[in-house]
Each structure stands twice: as C-alpha cells, then as structure tokens.
C-alpha cells in the first residue's frame, strides 16, 4: 500500500503565506505525478497544481503565480507553496500521487489539510 502523509495547514490572514507538504511512503516503485486539489464547503474538488515527470507542472489559472509546486524526488515528497493567499483560497487540501507499486499503478490520496484564509 501507498501512505501520504500531510502537513503545513492552518489559518492565514489574507495576503500571507504557507506551505503545504506531502510525503508518500510505501511500496512505491516509480512515480508519474503529484499533485494537490482542494475542495471548498458546497463546490467539487477542483486541482491545484500538478508536477509530473521531467518536473513538468501545472497550476489552475485561480493560483497562477501565486502558488508553486515543487517536489523532492529522493524523499517522494511534494510541497506547495501558497503565497498571496485570499479568503477564496479556503479549502481542505487534499495531496495525491500517481505511481507505481507492487499493486500496479494507482491513484493515492492524503487525508486532507484544512487552509483558511480570513480576510
């Protein structure tokens, strides 16, 4: 099985800053993307920002030039650092990965972190 692990939520004033972070850890073999979506009270999970292979990335045009992602291949971990944030921003953060294990190749998910951003 694959595990992510989640951190960095909380409460953010609008205009400031924080910086989420995912560590998979498991049986993984390869991994072809990680990524972060989010999903505010009433409204479908919408993605974030991807980062695949060849540290190719993504983002909604809501965080474009707000947010970055990045990830540390050697730790199988995957950040997102949100910046410029607004009381639209509010969501439960959910990271996922697209990998490869002993299982074959899957779709893993985080259990969620809550960003709120008042204003």
């Known amino acids: 099985q694959v595990q992510l692990v989640e951190d960095g939520g909380g409460l953010v004033q609008a205009g400031g800053s924080l910086r989420l972070s995912c560590a998979a850890s498991?049986?993984?073999?390869?991994?072809?993307?990680m990524g972060w979506c989010r999903q505010a009270p009433g409204k479908e999970r919408e993605l974030v920002a991807i980062?695949?292979?060849?540290?190719?990335?993504k983002y909604a045009d809501s965080v474009k030039g707000r947010f970055t992602i990045s990830r540390d291949n050697d730790k199988n971990t995957v950040y997102l650092q949100m910046s410029s944030l607004k009381p639209e921003d509010t969501a439960v953060y959910y990271c996922?990965?697209?990998?490869?294990?002993?299982?074959?190749?899957?779709?893993?998910w985080g259990q969620g972190t809550q960003v709120t951003v008042s204003s």
């Open positions: 498991g049986n993984i073999l390869s991994i072809n993307a």
């Open positions: 996922y990965v697209d990998c490869y294990s002993h299982y074959g190749r899957g779709d893993y």
């Open positions: 980062v695949k292979s060849g540290n190719r990335t």
